[in-house]
């Protein structure tokens, strides 16, 4: 369906559509814009529609007030609260609620849940008002140069349901919306223009009014209305008014300066010139010239700013230098401000910059920050521009400070990682200068994915003269959502009731008998209802017997659950019989405590590592069981064994494991949005596991009783596997003491072939190691003695080759490299002509030392020969100095012939090393 089409639908009709009360009682006349066609509703006669005008409200605002970002919002809140709006909390900025986002990317997000691929709204009060932050990507390289672009702002959310209690329809919306800008910012109504346009997505569409103030659009009233498409559609049974307008511009447009970074980031702006010591007048008139004619041109030149630029320095009759001087410093504050307002509300809702996921955009803004913090040489931290957020926003958003430390935390470990990544991220830079070519887009992408290297480094380095307009957003198109996760489907079974869940009803029942209703190519059987717990939540399904054929897998398509046959049976099964079903116990058993464990290891990680923690996956099989979390660094030890003594401590608590469905806005409001740990939940009612207040989570899996009930949780292994994941390897119940005792099992036989007891296991590998040194001295010894004499032997069996030197090349797979190494230096102590060569298998590898004398070492190196041989042997490369150097390669086959033709490579090198000379 295409919008235009529907807009010319709605337009034919607008005194259906588009007329609310308030055009009547004011005066407002419907007019055809000259230059775009759109209709638009305004007091006095225009020619175009507001989008064609001038921000003529810079240096002028048309507010009877002036109020800074904080002071708007409290303006706003007051005025739609003594309009019976109930105000609540903003939601998240990670949107946990909807698989296919990562980020509320708007205020009516909030409240829309997926349901089979539809969007539902539940809108908690009616009618409400939200300050929601919402962060957009698409825009990364504009923010900081209109004026009027940002990676994260608050979208105010005017909402309600009409048709439940409490609602109102279009009237009433534009009703309020105008006496806001009227009489609570004192606008007049002449300044006011009403855009008529459309909204659709997911199934539902309606028609929209876009409100401008000299040319300034501050909010969109969306009128939600209808389902289906432009040829087939109904009314919705609950029609949706969804107002969005950014708290941005309506502070902007009060305070009239040249851009809106300077009413939503003054006071944090003004505190970071002081520290950083720089001096720009943030009301100069070259500025508020500047960035009108930049709003007025900017749709003309958007793939090219610095034309743009360059025009609006002719234009103001200043040098295109002069000109960036003032404003690339101004752009750049705005930038850091904007990135680290993100970052901050980010971070504070659980999310890690990473190489992944939503957390892929916030490593890219992180990065930039500090390559531009370091292209200005600004000294000064991340962590400190997000403070003086903090302080700004305490009374709007006072949940932010709660979370600083964890902020702080992460920020310091990113910078730290950038820092550290610079050095080998200089070198590239170097090579790319020196190679004179100047990258393509998919390059810096690629430079970008592969090493973290930002184009604003590379700026910064010389290596590239602008930023490609599009870098940022192709970046960010990379990754903007998430692809909705499909459950495997045997084949879509149609026609059949939705199965009874029997392990819902009474987790403890093992046998069952149950009808068939379904047999699909004779192996899978679908029940009337059952016991069998089919895979879903990361929990493996049960096994066990129906009609004596064994089960080997279940699965839940929808609400229908499918069980599969070992064999095909034709015999024993057929539509609308009875048949018997048991559930294998210790499968279930072990199965549900590994589940039960994992709630509580997830909680625990939580409390040792910090806020950030969120799982990420998790698997539950029945001698084995994983978790991934969301961590930004691998654990130490020390960690993995207090994430380990506190979940036991909640086993041996016995804590109550109490389970409960709840209406998911219910649940949303008295848990949070910390229960969607394992993802959305698509359905309206949310089964909540609640282990006594420890760990609260939406599952459907199987749970023990009591805490107690798990006996024992033992973390196997933790590895991080890929940026900003970590995985806990666990058994628990059974499971666990098994393990233990196998341990103890291997610690036995080493106790015992160390000729000791398991009480004394590491005494006496203390003892064996020592006896180990003691023997490596003695033979160090023993090389000593001998190697006079060896020495002499090795200078007589050597080959001259020229100038007095001689070489001599051996082979060993036997002893290590510490005798050759101490033989080597003697060989060329005793022979100053010598070239000594010793080539050492180690395990899966050649190793190669190379000596050379004080007298051959005037034409030859021991470093160039040892790189040398190294990569005849499949090696790298090798190092050291002349006398002395290593290396080696793996490719064993290569030995004979390197030993062979030694004397040619030597050759080889020493002409080489004439040629330079
Ligand atoms: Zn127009
Ligand atoms: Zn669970």
């Given at each position: 369906?295409?919008?235009?089409?529907?807009?010319?639908?709605?337009?034919?009709?607008?005194?259906?559509?588009?007329?609310?009360?308030?055009?009547?009682?004011?005066?407002?006349?419907?007019?055809?814009?000259?230059?775009?066609?759109?209709?638009?509703?305004?007091?006095?006669?225009?020619?175009?529609?507001?989008?064609?005008?001038?921000?003529?409200?810079?240096?002028?605002?048309p507010t009877s007030k002036r109020l800074d970002f904080v002071n708007t919002w409290k303006e706003l809140s007051s005025f739609f609260r003594k309009n019976d709006h109930e105000l609540i909390q903003r939601y998240p900025v990670v949107c946990r609620w909807r698989e296919d986002l990562y980020f509320t990317i708007a205020s009516i997000v909030?409240?829309?849940?997926?349901?089979?691929?539809?969007?539902?709204?539940?809108?908690?009060?009616?009618?409400?008002?939200?300050?929601?932050?919402?962060?957009?990507?698409?825009?990364?390289?504009?923010?900081?140069?209109?004026?009027?672009?940002?990676?994260?702002?608050?979208?105010?959310?005017?909402?309600?349901?009409?048709?439940?209690?409490?609602?109102?329809?279009?009237?009433?919306?534009?009703?309020?919306?105008?006496?806001?800008?009227?009489?609570?910012?004192?606008?007049?109504?002449?300044?006011?223009?009403?855009?008529?346009?459309?909204?659709?997505?997911?199934?539902?569409?309606?028609?929209?009014?876009?409100?401008?103030?000299?040319?300034?659009e501050l909010g969109n009233a969306v009128f939600t209305e209808f389902e289906g498409d432009q040829s087939n559609y109904r009314t919705l049974d609950s029609r949706i008014i969804d107002m969005g307008a950014g708290l941005e511009r309506l502070s902007w447009i009060t305070m009239g300066t040249p851009t809106s970074y300077d009413t939503t980031?003054?006071?944090?702006?003004?505190?970071?010139?002081?520290?950083?010591?720089?001096?720009?007048?943030?009301?100069?008139?070259?500025?508020?010239?500047?960035?009108?004619?930049?709003?007025?041109?900017?749709?003309?030149?958007?793939?090219?700013?610095?034309?743009?630029?360059?025009?609006?320095?002719?234009?103001?009759?200043?040098?295109?230098?002069?000109?960036?001087?003032?404003?690339?410093?101004?752009?750049?504050?705005?930038?850091?401000?904007?990135?680290?307002?993100?970052?901050?509300?980010?971070?504070?809702?659980?999310?890690?910059?990473?190489?992944?996921?939503?957390?892929?955009?916030?490593?890219?803004?992180?990065?930039?920050?500090?390559?531009?913090l370091a292209r200005f040489g600004w000294n000064v931290n991340l962590e400190d521009i997000i403070d003086l957020h903090i302080e700004q926003l305490k009374s709007m958003y006072p949940e932010l400070k709660e979370h600083s430390n964890d902020v702080r935390t992460i920020i310091q470990i990113e910078s730290g990682r950038y820092g550290s990544?610079?050095?080998?991220?200089?070198?590239?830079?170097?090579?790319?200068?020196?190679?004179?070519?100047?990258?393509?887009?998919?390059?810096?992408?690629?430079?970008?994915?592969?090493?973290?290297?930002?184009?604003?480094?590379?700026?910064?380095?010389?290596?590239?003269?602008?930023?490609?307009?599009?870098?940022?957003?192709?970046?960010?198109?990379?990754?903007?959502?998430?692809?909705?996760?499909?459950?495997?489907?045997?084949?879509?079974?149609?026609?059949?009731?939705?199965?009874?869940?029997?392990?819902?009803?009474?987790?403890?029942?093992?046998?069952?008998?149950?009808?068939?209703?379904?047999?699909?190519?004779?192996?899978?059987?679908?029940?009337?209802?059952?016991?069998?717990?089919?895979?879903?939540?990361?929990?493996?399904?049960?096994?066990?017997?129906?009609?004596?054929?064994?089960?080997?897998?279940?699965?839940?398509?929808?609400?229908?659950?499918?069980?599969?046959?070992?064999?095909?049976?034709?015999?024993?099964?057929?539509?609308?019989?009875?048949?018997?079903?048991?559930?294998?116990?210790?499968?279930?058993?072990?199965?549900?405590?590994?589940?039960?464990?994992?709630?509580?290891?997830?909680?625990?990680?939580?409390?040792?590592?910090?806020?950030?923690?969120?799982?990420?996956?998790?698997?539950?099989?029945?001698?084995?069981?994983?978790?991934?979390?969301?961590?930004?660094?691998?654990?130490?030890?020390?960690?993995?064994?207090?994430?380990?003594?506190?979940?036991?401590?909640?086993?041996?608590?016995?804590?109550?494991?109490?389970?409960?469905?709840?209406?998911?806005?219910?649940?949303?409001?008295?848990?949070?949005?910390?229960?969607?740990?394992?993802?959305?939940?698509?359905?309206?009612?949310?089964?909540?596991?609640?282990?006594?207040?420890?760990?609260?989570?939406?599952?459907?899996?199987?749970?023990?009783?009591?805490?107690?009930?798990?006996?024992?949780?033992?973390?196997?292994?933790?590895?991080?596997?890929?940026?900003?994941?970590?995985?806990?390897?666990?058994?628990?119940?059974?499971?666990?003491?098994?393990?233990?005792?196998?341990?103890?099992?291997?610690?036995?036989?080493?106790?015992?072939?160390?000729?000791?007891?398991?009480?004394?296991?590491?005494?006496?590998?203390?003892?064996?190691?020592?006896?180990?040194?003691?023997?490596?001295?003695?033979?160090?010894?023993?090389?000593?003695?001998?190697?006079?004499?060896?020495?002499?032997?090795?200078?007589?069996?050597?080959?001259?080759?020229?100038?007095?030197?001689?070489?001599?090349?051996?082979?060993?797979?036997?002893?290590?490299?510490?005798?050759?190494?101490?033989?080597?230096?003697?060989?060329?102590?005793?022979?100053?002509?010598?070239?000594?060569?010793?080539?050492?298998?180690?395990?899966?590898?050649?190793?190669?030392?190379?000596?050379?004398?004080?007298?051959?070492?005037?034409?030859?190196?021991?470093?160039?020969?040892?790189?040398?041989?190294?990569?005849?042997?499949?090696?790298?490369?090798?190092?050291?100095?002349?006398?002395?150097?290593?290396?080696?390669?793996?490719?064993?086959?290569?030995?004979?012939?390197?030993?062979?033709?030694?004397?040619?490579?030597?050759?080889?090198?020493?002409?080489?090393?004439?040629?330079?000379?």
């Amino acid at each position: 369906m295409e919008k235009e089409s529907l807009l010319s639908l709605f337009s034919s009709n607008p005194d259906k559509y588009y007329k609310v009360s308030l055009f009547d009682e004011k005066g407002f006349k419907r007019q055809n814009c000259r230059l775009c066609g759109k209709f638009f509703w305004s007091i006095n006669y225009k020619e175009s529609c507001p989008e064609h005008e001038n921000y003529s409200f810079i240096d002028d605002p048309p507010t009877s007030k002036r109020l800074d970002f904080v002071n708007t919002w409290k303006e706003l809140s007051s005025f739609f609260r003594k309009n019976d709006h109930e105000l609540i909390q903003r939601y998240p900025v990670v949107c946990r609620w909807r698989e296919d986002l990562y980020f509320t990317i708007a205020s009516i997000v909030d409240f829309q849940r997926l349901m089979n691929g539809k969007i539902v709204f539940e809108i908690p009060k009616n009618p409400l008002i939200v300050p929601q932050m919402c962060l957009r990507f698409n825009d990364i390289e504009n923010v900081g140069l209109t004026g009027r672009h940002y990676t994260s702002f608050c979208m105010i959310g005017q909402t309600c349901n009409a048709d439940a209690p409490g609602g109102y329809w279009k009237d009433r919306c534009i009703e309020l919306d105008h006496a806001f800008l009227k009489n609570v910012l004192g606008i007049q109504s002449e300044e006011i223009t009403f855009v008529e346009d459309v909204w659709m997505g997911a199934g539902a569409f309606g028609n929209s009014l876009e409100y401008y103030v000299r040319g300034l659009e501050l909010g969109n009233a969306v009128f939600t209305e209808f389902e289906g498409d432009q040829s087939n559609y109904r009314t919705l049974d609950s029609r949706i008014i969804d107002m969005g307008a950014g708290l941005e511009r309506l502070s902007w447009i009060t305070m009239g300066t040249p851009t809106s970074y300077d009413t939503t980031f003054g006071p944090v702006i003004n505190k970071l010139k002081n520290m950083i010591n720089i001096d720009i007048d943030l009301n100069s008139e070259l500025l508020s010239q500047y960035f009108r004619i930049f709003a007025e041109k900017y749709s003309k030149y958007e793939n090219d700013i610095k034309l743009l630029k360059i025009n609006i320095s002719k234009e103001l009759g200043v040098s295109y230098e002069t000109l960036e001087k003032t404003i690339l410093p101004y752009e750049t504050l705005s930038v850091i401000a904007d990135h680290t307002r993100t970052l901050l509300f980010a971070i504070s809702d659980g999310s890690l910059p990473s190489n992944v996921g939503g957390g892929y955009n916030l490593r890219i803004i992180l990065r930039r920050t500090l390559a531009l913090l370091a292209r200005f040489g600004w000294n000064v931290n991340l962590e400190d521009i997000i403070d003086l957020h903090i302080e700004q926003l305490k009374s709007m958003y006072p949940e932010l400070k709660e979370h600083s430390n964890d902020v702080r935390t992460i920020i310091q470990i990113e910078s730290g990682r950038y820092g550290s990544s610079k050095e080998r991220m200089y070198s590239i830079a170097k090579s790319m200068l020196s190679s004179k070519k100047s990258p393509s887009v998919e390059h810096l992408i690629k430079m970008y994915e592969s090493d973290g290297i930002t184009p604003d480094f590379l700026l910064e380095n010389g290596v590239i003269e602008n930023i490609p307009p599009d870098f940022y957003l192709k970046l960010a198109e990379l990754h903007t959502s998430h692809e909705p996760k499909q459950a495997a489907v045997v084949e879509t079974v149609t026609g059949v009731r939705p199965t009874k869940l029997l392990y819902y009803e009474n987790a403890s029942i093992r046998e069952f008998d149950a009808r068939i209703l379904k047999i699909l190519n004779g192996k899978y059987l679908v029940l009337d209802q059952t016991a069998f717990y089919p895979r879903g939540g990361g929990q493996e399904p049960d096994f066990g017997y129906i009609e004596g054929v064994k089960i080997t897998d279940v699965v839940k398509q929808n609400d229908i659950v499918i069980h599969k046959l070992e064999n095909e049976s034709k015999d024993s099964f057929s539509e609308d019989k009875i048949v018997h079903g048991i559930v294998d116990n210790s499968r279930r058993v072990a199965i549900t405590k590994n589940h039960s464990a994992t709630h509580i290891l997830n909680s625990s990680a939580r409390n040792i590592l910090g806020s950030w923690v969120w799982q990420n996956s998790a698997f539950k099989e029945e001698n084995y069981a994983r978790l991934d979390i969301t961590h930004h660094s691998a654990l130490t030890r020390e960690e993995i064994r207090h994430i380990e003594n506190t979940a036991n401590d909640v086993v041996q608590r016995n804590l109550p494991i109490l389970i409960n469905v709840f209406e998911r806005s219910d649940a949303e409001n008295r848990y949070s949005f910390r229960i969607y740990q394992g993802g959305a939940v698509p359905s309206n009612n949310v089964r909540i596991v609640n282990i006594d207040g420890w760990d609260i989570e939406a599952c459907g899996g199987t749970h023990v009783n009591k805490t107690g009930e798990i006996g024992l949780i033992k973390i196997l292994k933790s590895e991080r596997i890929q940026d900003g994941v970590v995985r806990l390897e666990f058994v628990a119940g059974t499971n666990a003491v098994r393990y233990v005792q196998s341990q103890d099992s291997q610690l036995l036989h080493i106790a015992q072939s160390l000729g000791s007891s398991k009480e004394k296991v590491v005494e006496s590998f203390d003892k064996t190691s020592g006896d180990n040194e003691l023997m490596k001295r003695k033979f160090r010894t023993l090389v000593n003695k001998f190697s006079d004499s060896m020495a002499t032997i090795v200078s007589q069996k050597a080959t001259t080759l020229r100038s007095g030197l001689k070489f001599f090349i051996t082979y060993d797979d036997e002893i290590g490299d510490d005798y050759y190494i101490a033989l080597g230096e003697k060989t060329i102590d005793n022979d100053p002509f010598l070239v000594y060569v010793a080539l050492i298998q180690d395990q899966e590898r050649i190793k190669v030392i190379a000596f050379v004398g004080i007298e051959s070492r005037k034409i030859i190196k021991a470093s160039r020969i040892a790189k040398e041989v190294s990569l005849k042997l499949g090696g790298t490369g090798g190092g050291g100095t002349d006398k002395f150097a290593q290396g080696g390669g793996t490719d064993k086959s290569k030995v004979q012939e390197c030993l062979k033709n030694f004397e040619n490579l030597l050759t080889s090198i020493l002409d080489s090393s004439e040629k330079n000379d």
